[in-house]
């Protein structure tokens, strides 16, 4: 009827992923319409936004590490939870008036899901609440974010069959076994992508007494970083500030000694998959021997993390399609169908 149509023209509805070190929103019915950082310029000393309130995401993470006295460059997530309250409504705001703009519906307030670590509390939950009414949302729901990685890499999540995700972002690492619709076992750790690159940046210094940023790390990370022997070792030149004589410097890596740095953090990743599998149900575990573990999130990229986690658990590893975006398009996928779902969804009216 006219009138549906109507009124779906005035509904708007958005999935955002809320990452500690990348915000993706995704629009109902358009996909993913944003895709930054989760980094905020302030003034110093205040919660002023730089730049008329735009110095957010891709123009605030490129003055991380470089900005002068008076600015200072925020990530106002950490470990998957917010750590700064204020700055994160700032960021929320920015973005979901970006979102907004760009699907043409700058005057209405959306409905929001926003995936979140599956072990966050209950004043974690209540702060992202707060975050997104006062950044302009209308309604929130809250969507567990390895339901929502499971969803978005297309498994077969609502059949009476185990299907397993291990989503390992920034801040968190997400690990879970999903049957008829809802997570089965679960653990969220604090160890991820940017724990790796804290054990680069102590290995640098620890080694060659050479101070380097997170941006470098992550570098590093990426272009040389491994989990497991590739047969192809490389090696990088690195640039950074000398700890004795406080000159920069440069020096040559190689992959070898950064996948050795690495052991530590993946390491406690394989260790969370492995407690999760040991309190599987039994029939649960059959399933699995069957379908696999699908690794998502950006930090599954790294070079072997499918083949160690294998040897590891003696079972198929396989990294999902786009695991960057996967979360997003779980989300994505939950407002195709949110009237359906939203009873097993929590809303802002549960929280209070």
Do not use: C, F
């Given at each position: 009827m006219w009138f549906d149509d109507f009124a779906n023209w005035f509904r708007l509805d958005m999935g955002i992923d809320l990452g500690t070190c990348n915000t993706l929103v995704c629009v109902r019915g358009v996909g993913i319409v944003l895709n930054e950082p989760s980094v905020v310029a302030v003034r110093k000393g205040t919660n002023e936004v730089l730049q008329n309130g735009n110095a957010v995401g891709i123009v605030a993470k490129e003055m991380l590490g470089k900005t002068p006295g008076s600015i200072t460059a925020i990530r106002p997530m950490k470990d998957g939870v917010i750590a700064d309250f204020e700055i994160t409504e700032a960021m929320l705001g920015y973005f979901i008036r970006k979102a907004k703009a760009t699907h043409g519906s700058s005057f209405i307030r959306p409905r929001v899901v926003i995936s979140v670590p599956s072990g966050i509390t209950a004043v974690e939950k209540r702060a992202v609440y707060n975050s997104a009414e006062r950044a302009g949302a209308r309604r929130v729901y809250l969507l567990e974010e390895p339901k929502a990685a499971a969803l978005g890499a297309g498994l077969p999540v609502g059949e009476p069959s185990a299907s397993m995700i291990v989503d390992i972002g920034g801040g968190t690492t997400e690990i879970a076994i999903l049957s008829l619709g809802d997570i089965a076992v679960c653990e969220s750790l604090r160890v991820a992508g940017d724990d790796?690159?804290?054990?680069?940046?102590?290995?640098?210094?620890?080694?060659?007494?050479?101070?380097?940023?997170?941006?470098?790390?992550?570098?590093?990370?990426?272009?040389?970083?491994?989990?497991?022997?590739?047969?192809?070792?490389?090696?990088?030149?690195?640039?950074?500030?000398?700890?004795?004589?406080?000159?920069?410097?440069?020096?040559?890596?190689?992959?070898?000694?950064?996948?050795?740095?690495?052991?530590?953090?993946i390491g406690s990743i394989i260790e969370a998959v492995l407690r999760v599998l040991e309190h599987a149900e039994p029939e649960l575990s059959a399933d699995l021997v069957d379908n696999g573990i699908h690794l998502a999130g950006g930090t599954s990229l790294l070079r072997g993390m499918d083949k160690v986690m294998s040897q590891a658990t003696g079972l198929e590893c396989r990294v999902v399609d786009d695991p960057l975006t996967c979360v997003a398009r779980g989300t994505a996928m939950f407002l195709e169908h949110l009237s359906e779902w939203k009873e097993t969804l929590e809303s802002d009216a549960d929280a209070k």
């Open positions: 790796m690159d804290e054990a680069v940046v102590s290995h640098m210094r620890r080694t060659y007494n050479l101070m380097i940023g997170p941006q470098t790390a992550e570098r590093i990370k990426i272009d040389i970083g491994s989990a497991a022997s590739t047969g192809d070792e490389k090696t990088m030149e690195v640039r950074g500030r000398d700890m004795i004589s406080g000159l920069p410097r440069k020096t040559v890596i190689t992959s070898e000694e950064i996948r050795e740095s690495l052991k530590e953090p």
